[in-house]
């Protein structure tokens, strides 16, 4: 059986905070749209200005990544270890929208 990429639709539900006007730079109206913001653009976050947000395949070179963990994950416990663990994930297999 084949299984939905680890955040088919995922990014979807960050529209709260990156809605068609979202916060540091990045929207997410939609999951391509999200993706594509990921890719192409370097972080602005205070974590790690200026590198990229995502490397695909480097999820320890990628800021989405310690953002997540470090940030949303430890610091503000908005997300659960699992969903970190699945954004780890799709950056590490290619990050493929």
Known sequence: MDRDPPLNGRIASCTGCHGANGTAGLSFPDPAT???S???DPSTSEL??????VIPGDP???????FYELRL???LAWVAADEAALVRAWV????AP
């Open 60 to 66: 320890d070179g990628s800021c989405f990544v310690v």
């Open 92 to 95: 590490e297999s290619g990050a």
């Open 38 to 40: 990921l890719l192409d």
């Open 73 to 75: 994950r430890d610091s």
């Open 34 to 36: 999200g993706s594509s």
């Open 48 to 53: 790690c200005a200026a590198t990229p947000r």
